[in-house]
């Protein structure tokens, strides 16, 4: 069955990175046809649109309910186009965003870690998106900063909801949370959907814990699988250090989902958590691990079976290319960017292939 798949083109090697993620998706690769509906995301293109091309691929998101984003930049001047992420994930009424740090092999990590850890965070509100403001003279020692933040009881209970069914899933742990000790109004709204949901799921394991302790024992548990729900800041900040953790945060896809009424997934864009690397653009050196997975990940949330074979075959063939040594210089190997894809897509036809004489 033909699936479209919404294509949010990039920047630098964020680009390059998405199309070595495409060549994996080929149907002569994962044995399913796929439509490809591209959009120009690129910085150019979003000022030459003034954003609109942005909103114009969130309304196809919400239509085709996947997508496969390439890393953006984000211009630092005031009044200029800003993040396409903080547009996409709204107008794909996203709530959650997933990122699990997990082994690749042969690639030592730190601290000890072994099993994954999944960070639930929230997908918008609180500090992204907050309005602020200065009052005083400029310059002045008397000037004062403000910003006022908002959190939602729906993103928060969609935000405990989806972490207590991931642990579930996974037979994970669901561990941390936010400091609701220092903010029992603000931050306290999210522990109290936390324990609400907890009472749901009486066989996932719940061990409540303030952000800052959440930091630091993370340093000391390694040995069993953990799901953090966290708010959208803690979650950005407790994300890249999970995925360093693991050796590299090129090691693992990033998934935006909105969640309906019923708990159900009905919009999915999968990224790479990294960023565009510019120093590395058209050296053919990054490394393109998250973005294949990612791709992986996106087909896990399509209902075909081929979907769910390519996604699986993906994923193995992935981390068995770093297993055997192809590996790019980030996480010690000399690997080209295509060589290291080329690799991955013999890997997923050859074993596409033998799936499909044993069954």
């Known amino acids: 069955m033909t699936r479209t798949i919404v294509i949010l083109e ?29 959009f120009d995301l690129s910085l150019e293109n979003r000022r030459a649109t003034n954003n609109q091309v942005v909103y114009e691929a969130g309304k196809a998101m919400r239509q085709y309910h996947l997508a496969l984003k390439a890393a953006t930049v984000t211009p630092e001047q005031k ?79 969609a935000v405990a909801e989806y972490a207590f069914l991931h642990a579930h899933n996974t037979g994970a742990k669901v561990f941390g949370g936010p400091k609701f000790t220092v903010s029992p109004v603000y931050e306290g709204m999210f522990k109290e959907e936390m324990d609400a949901i907890a009472k749901k799921y009486p066989s996932v394991r719940y061990e409540p ?8 024992l993370l340093l000391a548990t390694t040995g069993e699988p953990l799901v953090i729900p966290s708010l959208n800041r803690d979650g950005d900040l407790l994300s890249d250090m999970v995925l360093q953790m693991f050796g590299s945060i090129a090691g693992s896809e990033s998934m935006v989902i909105s969640v309906d009424d019923d708990g159900e997934v009905d919009c999915v864009m999968a990224e790479a958590p990294h960023g565009t690397a510019p120093t590395l653009e058209g050296q053919n ?68 292939e033998v799936w499909s004489a044993l069954s």
């Open 209 to 216: 814990q303030l952000i800052d302790a959440t930091f630091a």
């Open 79 to 157: 009044g200029d186009v800003g993040s396409p992420n903080r547009i996409l994930r709204e107008e794909m009424d996203a709530e959650v965003i997933l990122r699990t740090g997990r082994r690749i092999p042969g690639v030592r990590p730190i601290a000890g870690v072994y099993a994954p850890i999944s960070v639930v965070r929230m997908a918008r509100d609180d500090a992204y998106g907050a309005k602020e403001w200065r009052e005083g003279e400029d310059g002045s020692l008397d000037e004062v900063a403000y910003r006022t933040e908002k959190v939602s009881r729906r993103v928060c209970r």
């Open 285 to 352: 050196r990054a490394n393109p691990m998250a973005m294949i997975l990612a791709s992986a990940g996106l087909l896990s949330f399509m209902h075909e079976p081929e979907a769910k074979r390519a996604s699986r075959a993906i994923y193995e063939s992935t981390l068995e290319t770093v297993y055997d040594g192809t590996k790019t210089a980030d996480i010690g190997g000399t690997a080209n960017t295509d060589e290291f894809t080329n690799e991955v897509i013999r890997r997923v036809r050859a074993k596409l």
């Open 10 to 38: 990039g920047d630098q090697t964020g680009q390059e990175l998405l199309e070595e993620a495409v060549r994996v998706l080929e149907p002569g690769v994962i044995r399913m046809e796929l439509d490809f509906l591209r």
